[in-house]
């Protein structure tokens, strides 16, 4: 199984059981260079819900207790071989990004950030709702159509029907 994509293009490839497993191998590597107090990593976007196809690019949300360690943190990732490109247009996400082509894209959050509770929520509503995770894969298929050279059109198109599915999502999970 191979992960990455080239930037810019959309390529959706048919869930995999390795995305988990990539994911939990690169969160025990990235174990070894975060030792923030209090720091969570999780899988998320569509490589982390079973049965849903995706970018073959592994989502992972990190949150840490304070930005006030953000220095040391970037530190830490950057020697983990990520590259740092700040907020890239989402104010309170740091993003980190690593493989040529990219393979992992990082999104770096405080506790109590919005984001990480959307994440969380949306993923997990997917998880537990298998009839609007279909629903969300054909509607991507489409999209990765119309869309195959033209990713930020592709990300802009999901919008209104993500956050559809996030309405749903938060009403339903509880998320810490």
């Not at 405080?110 to 009839?131: G, I, K, Q």
Request: glycine fraction near 6%; include cysteine; aromatic fraction near 12%.
């Amino acid at each position: 199984m191979t992960i990455g994509l080239k930037q810019g293009t959309v390529r959706l490839e048919s869930y995999t059981p390795a995305w988990a497993r990539r994911f939990a191998a690169e969160k025990r590597r990235l174990a070894r260079y975060l030792t923030t107090r209090g720091t969570r990593v999780e899988h998320i976007g569509s490589t982390a819900v079973p049965g849903l196809a995706a970018k073959p690019i592994i989502d992972i949300a990190i949150a840490i207790p304070s930005f006030k360690r953000l220095p040391s943190v970037t530190a830490a990732l950057e020697r983990a071989r990520y590259t740092y490109k700040g907020e890239y247009g989402l104010p309170g996400r740091h993003f980190y990004v690593r493989g040529e082509p990219v393979s992992f894209h990082l999104h770096l959050v405080e506790h109590t950030s919005e984001h990480w509770v959307r994440w969380l929520a949306f993923r997990d509503y997917l998880r537990a709702n298998p009839d609007d995770a279909v629903q969300y894969d054909r509607f991507k298929q489409d999209l990765a159509v119309r869309f195959a050279s033209d990713r930020d059109a592709y990300t802009k198109a999901k919008t209104p029907f993500v956050n559809t599915m996030l309405t749903k999502a938060l009403k339903k999970c509880k998320i810490s």
